[in-house]
Structures are given as C-alpha cells and as structure tokens.
Nanobody
Framework: VQLQASGGGLVQAGGSLRLSCAASGRTFSGSTVGWFRQAPGKVREFVAAIRYSPRSTYDADSVKGRFTISRDNAKNTVYLQMNSLKPEDTAVYYC???????????????????WGQGTLVTVSS
C-alpha cells in the first residue's frame, strides 16, 4: 500500500490546517492509521491514531482539544484537522498504517507497516 500525505503549509499561530492521508494500491480496510510528526533535531512523535472499526480515536496530550483525526473509509482517506496551531506544532507530519496494532503499541512508530512521505507544517508566531 502507498500512502500520500498532503495539506501541509505555512500558517500563523492560531490558524488551522487539514492534513489528508490517501491510500492507494490497497485499501485501509482493517488498518489503524496514525499521524506522527518530527521536528528538526527531534525524534518522531505520536500525534493521533484512529482504528478502522469502530473508529476509536487516540490523541497525544499535546494536541488534545486542538487536533481531530477522522477517516472516510469509502474514500480510503484519513484526515487530521488541526486548529489553534502553535509554533511548537511545526514539524514534518507523517501518516502511517498498520493492521496488527494494539492499544499498547499505537503510539510507537515501529508498530506501523506503511508510511507516507510526510508533509511540512510550519506555524509562524
């Protein structure tokens, strides 16, 4: 499966962006999809994840109440709505998918089998 992340860009603090992650070659059927981010000089960190069915969602504490993950299984696309953006949200955002992810591993990058190429989000102060 190939994942294509898009929607990044430059936004002022307090603004919003919506990232998209589209799958091709294979559907997201049965897969948990996660968003991770990596800022310069920092390790890749978990942002949010959503299961296939039921569409349970999980968010990092740093984005709770500001970011919302959702999915449209018919369109094979997962979204990350980011509101109230802060300069510390600046990073390359990656989407990833995995079919064998359990609750205790969904925040771990190495639990995911497929990764998108990343999309840059820059938040100016």
């Amino acid at each position: 499966v190939q994942l294509q992340a898009s929607g990044g860009g430059l936004v002022q603090a307090g603004g919003s962006l919506r990232l998209s992650c589209a799958a091709s070659g294979r559907t997201f059927s049965g897969s948990t999809v996660g968003w991770f981010r990596q800022a310069p000089g920092k390790v890749r960190e978990f942002v949010a994840a959503i299961r296939y069915s039921p569409r349970s969602t999980y968010d990092a504490d740093s984005v709770k109440g500001r970011f919302t993950i959702s999915r449209d299984n018919a369109k094979n696309t997962v979204y990350l709505q980011m509101n109230s953006l802060k300069p510390e949200d600046t990073a390359v955002y990656y989407c990833a998918a995995g079919s064998r992810i359990i609750l205790t591993t969904l925040t771990r990058p190495n639990a995911y089998d497929y990764w998108g190429q990343g999309t840059l989000v820059t938040v100016s102060s």
